[in-house]
């Protein structure tokens, strides 16, 4: 069975940092390519970054509202993926998803998680 | 950015019935659109992607169409399990993929 358990939300003042984790099971994540989606109260879905599996490179890629305060990584000996968010800003607050894209051609996303909440309020 | 437009926002059905949601895309996505359904407390589920094609153990009665910049899902006879929020999702122009608003289907 495929699971992603998110981890590593909670409430930051803005201008704060947080560092969630996605930790998978039942999926190959050596070869798995994975996002962050938020999305916050009462709205719909937000993508926020990729990243590729090494060996197709490891590529990354950000929506452009957090590029350059975000940062996605992965440990794949871990079968985690990691989101480092840094400048929160009160618009960051969101469920964020962890999700895997089904495969390299069909870009959709086959599974996600529950999420983890983020609140950035003073 | 490839802007997504889904409506109604709103509908309502009875369970039993069929439901028909679309979604339009501001610019040409080809057949790279998915259908993901979200239910209160839980991540969203892939239903279709390809804009046609059945996401694994996804029942025959969702059903996808369309290309280009019109999209629709078509799920037929209504289930007390179909009553949930639908989005649509182009994955054209990868990464930046961009997401309708949703549609939520409820019961009449």
């Known amino acids: 069975e495929v699971q992603l358990v998110e981890s590593g939300g909670g409430l930051v003042k803005p201008g704060g940092s947080l560092r969630l984790s996605c930790v998978t099971s039942?999926?190959?994540?050596?070869?798995?390519?994975m996002s962050w989606v938020r999305q916050a109260p009462g709205k719909g879905l937000e993508w926020v970054a990729h990243?590729?599996?090494?060996?197709?490179?490891?590529?990354?890629d950000y929506a452009a509202d957090v590029e350059g305060r975000f940062t996605i990584s992965r440990e794949d000996s871990k079968n985690t993926l990691y989101l480092q968010m840094n400048s929160l800003r009160t618009e960051d607050t969101a469920l964020y998803y962890c999700?895997?894209?089904?495969?390299?051609?069909?870009?959709?996303?086959?599974?996600w998680g529950q999420g983890t909440v983020v609140t950035v309020s003073s | 950015e490839i802007v997504m437009t889904q409506s109604p926002a709103t509908l309502s059905v009875s369970p039993g019935e069929s439901a028909t949601l679309s979604c339009r895309a501001s610019?040409?996505?080809?057949?790279?659109l998915a259908w993901y359904q979200q239910k209160p407390g839980q991540g969203p589920r892939l239903l279709i992607y390809?804009?046609?094609t059945r996401a694994t153990g996804i029942p025959a009665r969702f059903s996808g169409s369309g290309s280009g910049t019109e999209f629709t899902l078509t799920i037929s006879s209504l289930q007390s399990e179909d009553f949930a929020v639908y989005y649509c999702?182009?994955?054209?122009?990868?990464?930046?993929?961009?997401f309708g608003q949703g549609t939520k289907v409820d019961i009449k």
């Open positions: 999702q182009q994955y054209n122009n990868w990464p930046l993929y961009t």
């Open positions: 990243i590729k599996s090494k060996g197709s490179g490891g590529t990354i």
């Open positions: 039942g999926v190959d994540f050596i070869y798995a390519w």
């Open positions: 999700a895997k894209l089904y495969t390299t051609t069909d870009l959709a996303f086959d599974y």
């Open positions: 390809a804009a046609s």
């Open positions: 610019l040409s996505v080809s057949n790279k």
